[in-house]
């Protein structure tokens, strides 16, 4: 059905928790990717994976990391959240070798970190 | 490195006016180039992209030519409406995995 899926779409955290976001897709796209949005920052890569277990740092990886055990999912975590880390989450997924093809998008999710 | 530069942060039009929002870029490969259209609290989406130089590319009324004489592709529309309030992003893209993001062009339609 071509679609990326985020969960959950609003967290409210407290400074020191940890913090799990999951990204599914049903396209078995083999690039997948993890972004944060800013007011007036645009979106920020945080990680790249490119397949099952082979993943690679973004421009702002510190404070992140990933997993990635299926084609289908990927999940970014949060250990012990800081406040700085509130923003706008987005996947995103891609077909490997296509850098003509467009990035697939969730719907993000809001994390609020106290 | 690569990068993309949209000038423009917000950009406030009365409806019915023409736009263009601004899209350069730096790379020393073949570019592929995007337009995003984030609507508020959705998901970015495709609004077009393009490879071709010289050549115009539309979608629901906007419309973009890729330049690499002057590496940049701007986003027009004739008349703008107020569905068209939205983030834009211009986003660049290479032989690598990492595609490049402007930092976006918030645009704001009045009635």
């Known amino acids: 059905d071509m679609k990326v899926t985020q969960m959950p779409r609003y967290l409210i955290k407290r400074m020191g928790e940890n913090v799990l976001l999951e990204c599914g897709q049903d396209?078995?796209?083999?690039?997948m990717y993890w972004y944060r949005q800013d007011p007036g920052l645009g979106l920020q890569l945080i990680y790249i994976s490119y397949d099952v277990d082979s993943n690679s740092e973004g421009d702002i990886p510190k404070g992140y990391r990933v997993s990635r055990k299926k084609r289908e999912h990927f999940s970014l975590i949060l250990d012990s959240a800081k406040t700085n880390q509130t923003s706008v989450y987005f996947c995103?997924?891609?077909?490997?070798?296509?850098?003509?093809?467009?990035?697939?998008f969730g719907h993000g999710t809001k994390l609020s970190v106290l | 490195g690569d990068s993309v530069t949209q000038t423009e942060g917000l950009v406030t039009l009365t409806k019915g006016l023409p736009v263009m929002l601004n899209c350069t870029y730096q790379t020393t490969y073949s570019p592929f180039l995007f337009w995003y259209v984030q609507h508020l609290n959705e998901a970015p989406k495709l609004l077009l992209k393009s490879s071709t130089d010289n050549k115009r590319t539309e979608h629901q009324g906007f419309y973009a030519t890729l330049h690499k004489s002057s590496s940049s592709f701007h986003l027009q529309k004739s008349s703008v409406q107020l569905s068209d309030s939205a983030l834009y992003f211009c986003a660049l893209s290479v032989g690598n995995y990492k595609p490049t993001f402007g930092k976006g062009t918030s645009l704001v339609v009045h009635p």
């Open positions: 995103a997924s891609r077909p490997v070798g296509a850098p003509n093809e467009r990035l697939f």
């Open positions: 396209m078995s796209h083999e690039t």
